[in-house]
């Protein structure tokens, strides 16, 4: 198995480091990320399907998911719905 030399093991380390930090800029710019997962888990875990692919498929594709996202900001439920 060949390994990085430290030329470019130097260079994947300052990848990831941008990588992170582009990342958590990102995040720190969409709040609404937070809200979405958020959500996201508190159903699944209230639901526990079988098949948690599937259920993430469903979650993620609903027509109105960005209402519902937005309606959860504005006026948090007990995740019922």
């Known amino acids: 198995m060949d390994s990085l030399t430290p030329e470019q093991q130097d260079a ?4 990831k480091m941008a990588m992170r930090i582009n990342n958590e800029k990102y995040i720190r710019e969409h709040t609404e990320l937070k809200h979405l997962i958020s959500i ?18 469903q979650y993620f594709t609903q027509p109105d998911l960005k209402e519902m996202i937005e309606k ?7 995740f019922d719905s």
């Open 12 to 15: 994947l380390n300052r990848t």
């Open 40 to 57: 996201f888990m508190a159903k699944l875990l209230k639901d526990k399907p079988e098949d948690t692919v599937a259920y993430a498929v």
């Open 72 to 78: 959860e900001i504005l006026s948090p439920a007990t």
